[in-house]
C-alpha cells in the first residue's frame, strides 16, 4: 500500500519549452500532496505544497510562476516547469500523504529533468 | 520546524548493527519522528516512524528517549544493499501543513 508514481521517469527538453511531471497517489487518496527538488549530493528542498482544489503553497525563494502546481483530484498533482533553462535541470520528487494528523508521506520515484 | 542534526557520514562492515543518532533539541509536542532512505536516483523510502520510547518494524528499530530531544535509528545485520542516504525528519503533524524539511543526511556505506 501508499504507493506514488511519477512520470515520466526522466525528460530532455530544449531551454524555453515547457515541461510537466506528474504525479500520482495509486491506491490511497491523498489529501495533500508536496513537491521536492534535489540536486547532485544535495537534500530534498520542499518547493511547495498542494493541496487538493486549492492553490498551491510555495516556499520561499520558489517562483510560484516558474513552477505551476496544478492538484486537481485526491489522486493526482502535476507540475509544470514553464520556459524551462539550464538551471531548472534537476530531479524532482513528489510524495503524498493520506492521513490527518500523523502524516506519514510517501514519496515518488523521481523525475529527472534535463534542460538543454 | 524543528532542525534535525545527524552525522553526515558512516562505514560499516556486512553483518554489523548500524546506529544513527539524530539530534532534534527543538521537536514540538506534536511533532512525530520518521526516518527515510534514498538511494541514488530514487525517491526516499519510508523506514520507520515514532512518536516515543520504541519502535520496531520488519526493517529497523527506532529508539527515542523520554525527552524525544534525539532519536537512535537501528540497522540489525547490514548489508551491501543498505548503502544509501538516511534521514532523520521532525514535524508532518496538519497543523504544520503536514511539512518536513530534509537535513543534510547520513551517508551510510556498507563494506564487505
Known amino acids: 500500500g501508499a504507493v506514488v508514481s511519477q512520470h515520466p521517469s526522466w525528460v530532455i527538453c530544449k531551454s524555453g519549452t515547457s515541461v510537466k511531471i506528474e504525479c500520482r497517489s495509486l491506491d490511497f487518496q491523498a489529501t495533500t500532496m508536496f513537491w521536492y527538488r534535489q540536486f547532485p549530493k544535495q537534500s530534498l528542498m520542499l518547493m511547495a505544497t498542494?493541496?487538493?482544489?486549492?492553490?498551491?503553497?510555495?516556499e520561499q525563494g520558489v517562483e510560484k510562476d516558474k513552477f505551476l502546481i496544478n492538484h486537481a483530484s485526491l489522486t493526482l498533482s502535476t507540475l509544470t516547469v514553464t520556459s524551462a533553462h539550464p538551471e531548472d535541470s534537476s530531479f524532482y520528487i513528489c510524495?503524498?500523504?493520506?492521513?490527518?494528523?500523523?502524516?506519514?508521506?510517501?514519496f515518488g520515484p523521481g523525475t529527472r529533468l534535463l534542460v538543454l | 520546524l524543528a532542525k534535525t542534526t545527524q552525522p553526515i557520514s558512516m562505514d560499516s562492515y556486512e553483518g554489523q548493527e548500524v546506529n544513527i543518532t539524530c539530534s532534534h533539541n527543538?521537536?514540538?509536542?506534536?511533532?512525530?519522528i520518521t526516518w527515510y532512505q534514498q538511494f541514488p536516483s530514487q525517491g526516499p523510502r519510508f523506514i520507520i516512524q515514532?512518536?516515543?520510547t520504541k519502535v520496531t518494524n520488519e526493517v529497523a528499530s527506532l529508539f527515542i528517549p523520554a525527552d524525544r530531544k534525539s532519536s537512535t535509528l537501528s540497522l540489525p545485520r547490514v548489508s551491501l544493499s543498505d548503502t544509501a542516504v538516511y534521514y532523520c525528519l521532525v514535524g508532518g503533524h496538519y497543523n504544520q501543513g503536514g511539512k518536513l524539511i530534509f537535513g543534510q543526511g547520513t551517508e551510510l556505506s556498507v563494506k564487505p
Open positions: 498542494s493541496n487538493e482544489g486549492s492553490k498551491a503553497t510555495y
Open positions: 527543538n521537536i514540538a509536542t506534536n511533532d512525530y
Open positions: 515514532g512518536y516515543k
Open positions: 510524495s503524498a500523504t493520506h492521513s490527518v494528523g500523523r502524516e506519514t508521506q510517501y
